[in-house]
T-cell receptor, first 116, second 107 residues
């Protein structure tokens, strides 16, 4: 149980275009979902926290107009990287907390974004 | 925010050896998780252990919340244990990851 999926697993896009990444909790409902970013050889950094039906909370230094987050249902959150640039190339990982569950977060497999 | 320190940063072992990875954190937490990141980047959840001791096969973990540290034990290490081990802690939703321990197990 507690499976989180992400789509796509890998995406290459041209500079200036937008890319949408989906995060789904497959066998549980998640009131809260999280987005992380990981650069090569580095640790994961929390980008934003999203609650179903409300606006996401962004960490300091993360541009909310560039990284649009939508958490429209209890099983789906999306991250859209708008006007992507090469410096946005990174590994993006989502996680989710189960409704009524412990504080444990379940992580997706990640999406590798390359902007050319 | 909460500070998380992991040690050692790098660890090289011979197959069959035991090891202990440490995670220190700066504040009270209600979530502590240990992960193994595989070569494809996926985080494998090893333990959810905000306090107490748990064991799963060759792996075990102990968190002493009052002293703000956690230990991950790997016994009889195998080459497939190689990779990066992360400790992550949170108070509520604000999860912070340590810098990781890169483990290399040699045959």
């Amino acid at each position: 149980g507690a499976v989180v999926s992400q789509h796509p697993s890998r995406v290459i896009c041209k500079s200036g275009t937008s890319v949408k990444i989906e995060c789904r909790s497959l066998d549980f409902q998640a009131t809260t979902m999280f987005w992380y970013r990981q650069f090569p050889k580095q640790s994961l950094m929390l980008m934003a926290t999203s609650n179903e039906g409300s606006k996401a909370t962004y960490e300091q230094g993360v541009e909310k107009d560039k990284f649009l987050i939508n958490h429209a249902s209890l099983t789906l959150s999306t991250l859209t990287v708008t006007s992507a640039h090469p410096e946005d190339s990174s590994f993006y990982i989502c996680s989710a907390r189960a409704v009524g569950g412990p504080y444990e977060q379940y992580f997706g497999p990640g999406t590798r974004l390359t902007v050319t | 925010g909460i500070q998380v320190e992991q040690s050692p940063p790098d660890l090289i072992l011979q197959e069959g050896a035991n090891s202990t990875l440490r995670c220190n954190f700066s504040d009270s937490v209600n979530n502590l998780q240990w992960f193994h990141q595989n070569p494809w980047g996926q985080l494998i959840n090893l333990f959810y252990i905000p306090s107490g001791t748990k064991q799963n096969g060759r792996l075990s973990a102990t968190t002493v919340a009052t002293e703000r540290y956690s230990l991950l034990y790997i016994s009889s290490s195998q080459t497939t244990d190689s990779g990066v081990y992360f400790c992550a802690v949170a108070l509520g939703n604000d999860m912070r990851f340590g810098a990781g321990t890169r483990l290399t197990v040699k045959p």
